[in-house]
């Protein structure tokens, strides 16, 4: 089993209707999640991270994290052409305080295109 | 402020040719990574660096690979004689302090590798 996986897609959305895109995670004890957007060709850049259960909001996205179910996903309210890219998922494995040794775990992605 | 340099943006190396790639971090982040991204894969870690010191190389693939930091800032990821199962795109990134949690990650643009 992958330690971050992610359906890689293509997942297609109507323009302004909901994205959702969906990580599991197998490392039970893993403490931070976070969602990183990638344009072709270009690097990753973070959009999201949360730590604790429940729903996060910013704007137009939404994070959400089950640990009992070991799984976070991203919405994206009101979608936007602009919105198609792919979205890794990164977990960081063992929450380690300050001066760890800590490195995320990728998903390969989902690609996510939004349809005019 | 500039944010993480790569160069180069594209190498094409024969098969048993040496390459070196480097990465300017963002002025004063203290930590910098190595990921390799493959076609259809996610991130992979190759190796971290806090300051000059390299605490975990835990994800360099052989020996063929190695790394070095100077000064607290540039960084030089070293290929010896390349394989073609070598080719992916190289990303580094670079954080203001080693705890992810507080400081999340800034990518390059990468560099991609073509062993032919």
Not at chain 1, 55 to 73: I, M, P
Not at chain 2, 7 to 14: F, L, R
Not at chain 2, 15 to 34: F, M, N, Q
Not at chain 2, 81 to 109: K, M, W
Request: hydrophobic fraction near 30%.
């Amino acid at each position: 089993q992958k330690e971050v996986e992610q359906n890689s897609g293509p997942l297609s959305v109507p323009e302004g209707a909901i994205a959702s895109l969906n990580c599991t995670y197998s490392d039970r004890g893993s403490q931070s999640f976070f969602w990183y957007r990638q344009y072709s060709g270009k690097s990753p850049e973070l959009i999201m991270f949360i730590y604790s259960n429940g729903d996060k909001e910013d704007g137009r996205f939404t994070a959400q994290l089950n640990k009992a179910s070991q799984y976070v996903s991203l919405l994206i309210r009101d979608s936007q052409p602009s919105d198609s890219a792919t979205y890794l998922c990164a977990v960081d494995p063992t929450f380690i305080s300050n001066f760890g040794n800590e490195k995320l775990t990728f998903g390969t992605g989902t690609r996510l295109t939004i349809i005019p | 402020g500039a944010g993480v340099s790569q160069s180069p943006s594209n190498k094409v190396t024969e098969k048993g040719k040496d390459v070196e790639l480097r990465c300017d971090p963002i002025s004063g982040h203290t930590a910098l990574y190595w990921y390799r991204q493959s076609l259809g894969q996610g991130l992979e870690f190759l190796i971290y660096f806090q300051g000059n010191s390299a605490p975990d190389k835990s994800g360099l693939p052989s020996d063929r690979f190695s790394a070095e930091r100077t000064g607290g800032s540039v960084s030089t990821l070293t290929i010896q004689r390349t394989q073609q199962e070598d080719s992916a795109v190289y990303l580094c990134a670079s954080s203001l302090e080693e705890d992810i949690n507080n400081s999340p990650l800034h990518f390059g643009n990468g560099t991609r590798l073509t062993v032919t």
